[in-house]
């Protein structure tokens, strides 16, 4: 591992003069570099915007992970201190992968914090985000075994489907919104070829606020789509592109028509409610659309959410034009410019293929980094990090009780009211740049804009004063929504609301008699609504096995706090057998039922909205079973096909499915998971004839079995 403060060591510099262009290259032989670290080459066409470049350098296996500056210099680089994609969080802290989600680590790498997704989901590494309020975003997958062929033609009715979960966690590490892809987007409206045994039908891989409403923007590469949701109901409000598609649109490439975008990645809304995205143009691994291109691309959006319109604004194509199969990613960057990572292009390419490209908010190339040699592609994000200048300072000296002290460099205006301590004191005003670090709230946390106040001092024993904000320096469109909460000490502690005033004259949000410490700007989070919950297994009516424990499932529809479970033996819930309230988590197990027996159960859900009304299903236990279906009499199979075994039953653990021929046992075909149906290809051994039956047995009891009711035939 390596750590520069320094700026640069030693470049091989090459300045060409010709149309303002300047290639700068980073040589692999410069002293202190390792003889495997790649030869990068940065070329400047315009104005760039400020930041170093944070991510790794590799594809499949990762070489370096980097911070590297303009010229592609590294100054930080490890071969084992991760970093995720994207890499760095508004509070400047970097993320990493972990089990089950994201470790957050300080400027010197040093892990100080981490999200986890709830047990039974896998993180999805392509999005995190840590928000303004020390809430984090998680994207997860799990597996669901679905019949497929109740769904499409061919379908498999062993079908494993990938799922997608967003979960909202909060500071104190619980889980407060949870979102299903499975509750909300048909399956059917998937590009992936749906007659396959795996099949990633949404393949989630972007997440994010819309700053205007506080919904959430959810980028869906096999479906095609954008999809806003609603935190107060888990609705979907609209979806934009593929088949489900809400919106007409204006001024695209008819060409193109009718999915103007596809397998696109990363998604990004503006206050001005333009929407950016990457464009892959294709899907890879599967994916399956009439309307693949041979380019990708940056593409703008102006969305109209009353008139469902969404008018292209810019496109970016490379010239010549790049093809990614998978990956790519756009970046907005702090002047307007937006940062492009062409994904895959790069391995399949060659080193013409840029790592990453930098266009304007016109879509004019002004920077790009490339490897000299090397066509293994790479993961980079643009980040002012661990810089000087996302402080700006200002001290007063010798301040007084009644003195006011303005402060142009950070917009701030301090009037003190009481004052105690030596004649010899200093102010200090801090305008940072960066979110706050580890924010707690006693209630409700409220949405937290990036930019943030401290005021500090010296020689200072006490003080209160009225502190004005110049709104002109604060990013928001409304400054009368804004509340100013407040700490006492920098990173630590809890915040509270201040009464705060907006003065419109002056162009100010003033809070009175405030003491030295950390101020921020919140504003409303959306409402929060309690919803009946969603119940998902048992499913209604189902029949369990009564010598095994029984695990309840299920989700919240918008904002969870915690939730109310009731097991009954009878359908008022008058026999209350289990009684378990304020549960956090989303599973609970029965772990002892009576034989040939209906329970009843029931989950609410309790939030800062109040207490909403139960959901309600029933099951019945009964004793273990398996039935087999097919082949269940009469059927003709041919040797050297492939056919489905079925059956149903009621058990958790593997089964063993035999083959016999009359009484007689002729082969084991499978140990395999009990989802009730296995793919068979008819053995070319097995000797024709017209008196075989199949035998599926719990593979942990084997008096616990079923047979073919009648023979069927191999051919």
Excluded at 225 to 230: E, L, N, P
């Amino acid at each position: 591992m390596m750590m520069l403060t320094s700026k640069r060591i030693m470049l091989a510099v090459l300045l060409t003069a010709c149309f303002g262009v300047v290639v700068v290259q980073a040589a692999a032989t410069t002293p202190g570099l390792p003889d495997d670290f790649p030869e990068l080459v940065a070329t400047q066409y315009g104005e760039t915007a400020p930041g170093v470049f944070i991510g790794w350098l590799g594809w499949w296996v990762v070489d370096y992970y980097v911070v590297l500056d303009q010229s592609g210099y590294p100054l930080f680089y490890s071969k084992t201190d991760a970093m995720s994609y994207p890499g760095v969080t508004p509070s400047g802290l970097i993320s990493a992968p972990a089990v089950r989600g994201f470790a957050l680590k300080d400027e010197t790498f040093t892990t100080v914090d981490s999200f986890q997704l709830s047990e039974g989901y896998n993180v999805d590494i392509h999005d995190f985000k840590l928000l303004p309020n020390g809430h984090a975003l998680l994207m997860g997958t799990y597996q669901r075994h679905i019949d497929m062929s109740r769904i499409v033609p061919g379908g498999r009715p062993d079908a494993r489907i990938t799922g997608n979960v967003i979960q909202e966690i909060d500071a104190n590490k619980n889980v407060v919104f949870e979102w299903h892809a499975l509750d909300h987007i048909p399956i059917a409206d998937s590009f992936y070829d749906l007659t396959q045994k795996n099949i990633d039908y949404a393949h989630i891989n972007s997440v994010n606020l819309d700053p205007l409403d506080n919904t959430l923007l959810l980028c869906f590469r096999t479906t095609s789509d954008i999809v806003k949701v609603s935190r107060s109901t888990g609705e979907i409000l609209w979806r934009l592109g593929g088949r489900g598609n809400d919106f007409t649109f204006i001024g695209e490439h008819e060409e193109n028509a009718p999915y103007y975008f596809v397998g696109q990645h990363a998604v990004w809304r503006f206050r001005n409610g333009n929407l950016l995205l990457f464009d892959n143009g294709n899907i890879s691994g599967g994916g399956l659309t009439e309307s693949d291109r041979d380019y990708s691309r940056a593409v703008e959006y102006h969305l109209d959410e009353t008139n469902m319109t969404a008018t292209l604004v810019w496109q970016y194509r490379h010239d010549p034009d790049i093809m990614s199969p998978s990956g790519g990613r756009v970046q907005p960057l702090g002047n307007g410019n937006v940062l492009i990572d062409w994904g895959r292009a790069i391995p399949l390419g060659t080193p013409e293929v840029p790592l990453a490209t930098e266009v304007s908010a016109t879509g004019e190339l002004v920077y790009e980094l490339h490897y000299a040699t090397a066509t293994k592609g790479a993961r980079l994000q643009k980040y002012v990090w661990n810089s000087p200048d996302l402080v700006q300072s200002q001290t007063h000296f010798g301040i007084g009780r009644g003195g006011i002290y303005d402060s142009d460099e950070t917009g701030v205006t301090v009037t003190v009211n009481s004052l105690d301590g030596p004649a010899y004191n200093g102010l200090v005003a801090k305008r940072h740049a960066e979110a706050t670090r580890f924010p707690r709230f006693a209630g409700k946390p409220p949405q937290v804009l990036v930019e943030r106040v401290t005021l500090s001092g010296f020689g200072i024993d006490a003080i209160t004063a009225d502190v004005g904000f110049d709104v002109q320096r604060i990013d928001f469109d409304d400054p009368t929504q804004l509340t100013v909460y407040h700490r006492s000490c920098v990173g630590r502690g809890v915040f509270g609301p201040l009464a705060t005033r907006y003065d419109s004259a002056a162009g100010q949000l003033i809070v009175a008699d405030a003491p030295l410490g950390e101020f921020i700007f919140t504003y409303p989070d959306a409402p929060e609504i309690p919803l009946r919950p969603i119940l998902y297994a048992p499913q209604d009516l189902a029949t369990v096995n009564q010598a095994q424990p029984v695990t309840l499932e299920w989700t919240s529809r918008g904002f969870a706090r915690s939730f109310h479970l009731q097991v009954a033996t009878d359908a008022e819930f008058g026999d209350v057998v289990v009684d378990a309230a304020g549960l956090t988590e989303t599973r609970y197990t029965v772990d002892n039922v009576a034989p040939a027996t209906t329970y009843y159960w029931r989950v609410n859900t309790s939030n800062y909205g109040g207490t909403g009304e139960w959901a309600t299903q029933s099951f019945t236990t009964a004793a273990p079973m398996i039935q087999v279906q097919t082949p269940n009499g009469g059927e003709q199979w041919q040797r050297g096909l492939t056919y489905f075994i079925r059956w149903d039953d009621n058990l958790s653990e593997d089964v063993v499915i035999e083959l016999y021929k009359g009484d007689a046992f002729v082969e084991t075909i499978a140990k395999t998971p009990s989802i009730g149906a296995y793919e068979w290809e008819a053995d070319l051994a097995v000797d024709p004839g017209d008196d075989y039956a199949i035998q599926v047995t719990s593979a942990v009891d084997e008096t616990i079995r079923d047979r073919s009711d009648a023979t069927f035939s191999i051919k």
